[in-house]
């Protein structure tokens, strides 16, 4: 499958990605400026919703254009309203000026075959991909763009759009990728070329990791910001495993429920200590987990980097599972694995939030035990949990930003 890439003079380069948050561009702006309007008469169709790389923002992308807005506190922070089409893929870079652009919705005049990176303090288009089939997905990092097409994932410089990797996947229909986003390290991971296997590039160290992570077909995958701890749900939606992706050990086996579920979101903690599920049941399940951070035995001081491996000094991992730790603890008894059912042997939810069943959502840590949900039918809930006894979270905030009769797809973090 090949690609062509356009670049215009003045390519901004990434050291100064992050000087600009969005501004108003004025009146020359091609795709025009529109201040937030009242949320009972918008008439927009909510196509995608999107994390940035440290949760703290979210897009909207809508038959009309695409949206920002920030999470805590929560506010629309930036708008672009269109007459002529939408974007089914709106994806930012921290929140920094640059975005990635693809096309979607009836009649947008922007095809969902292209990625345009706009610079919004120029107000313009700074370089564009062009391929021959529909792209699935495009994700950033402050160096690269990942472009994630149905069979294959490209990876490209952001300083000069130079082509640098082509991975081939199987079908990948939803999407499928996702990037560490420390300094220190760049891993991808993407499906592999059989059903339930992850491919995980650790670029820094040239190391590609194969792990077979289910027998069904992924639905669902996230790595932790350093791109040491990945997690993976397949389409079954009952097991959420937890994999060391340098040497494909997995560390722990977490359980949604029994019953099948479609799995929209994943996310990690900032300290790895939790991990967030959400699915179509309409439960949002928090996970403990017992993956500690490389050095926390060792040190007593807190790392803001937690379980950071710098690629260009060593390869080695130590180990990552805290012993006799978790939400069953009675599983470190040798005796329990051979009695109990296979499901017992998996760990269950530690705390839980209800959504109206059937609600699509993405998920996220906030801060001081909390958590975002962002539902493709419009919504946004803040909700928090106790970290000593779990149990029923309660409910914070709620906010319907955007309403919509459509069917919108997912975009996943």
Known sequence: MSSTVSTSQGFVPSSRFGAYEFTDPGAADPFGRAEPQNNDTDDAELLSVSWNQDYTCFAAGTSRGFRIYNCDPFKETF?????????????????????????GGIDSQYSPNKVM????????????????????????????????????????????????HQIETLANPRGLCCLSHHVNTFVLACPGRRRGQVRV???????TKIINAHESRLAC????????????????????????????????????????ADIYGLAFSQNVQWLAVSSDR??????????????????????????????NSSSSLEPLVAQNVGANPGLSLPFVKGVLPKYFSSEWSFARFHLPENTRCIVAFGSHNSVIVV???????????????????????????LKTDGSPTISKK
């Not at 590039?201 to 190391?207: A, C, N």
């Not at 919504?379 to 409910?395: K, L």
């Open 79 to 103: 708008r672009r309203d269109l007459k002529n089409g939408g974007f089914g893929i709106v994806e930012m870079l921290f929140r920094c000026n640059i975005l990635a652009l693809v096309g």
């Open 117 to 164: 990176i706009w610079d919004d303090h120029q107000s313009r288009c700074i370089g564009e991909f062009s391929f021959r089939s529909e792209v699935r997905s495009v994700k950033l990092r402050r160096d690269r763009i990942v472009v994630v097409l149905e069979h294959k994932v490209y990876v490209y410089n952001f300083l000069d759009l130079k082509l640098l």
């Open 201 to 207: 590039e650790h670029f820094g160290l040239h190391v």
């Open 221 to 260: 995958f996230a790595l932790t910001l350093d791109g040491l701890i990945l997690a993976t749900a397949s389409t079954k939606g009952t097991l959420v495993r937890i994999f060391n992706t340098m040497d494909g050990t997995c560390l722990q086996e977490v359980r949604r429920g029994t019953e099948k």
């Open 282 to 311: 309409g439960t949002i399940h928090i996970f403990n987990l017992r993956v500690r951070v490389v050095g926390e035995v060792e040190s007593a001081q807190p790392s803001s980097t937690p379980g950071l491996l710098d690629q």
């Open 375 to 401: 539902g493709l039918d419009g919504s946004f809930y803040r909700c928090s949990f106790d970290p000593n006894n779990g149990g029923e979270m309660s409910q914070l905030e709620y906010v319907r930003f």
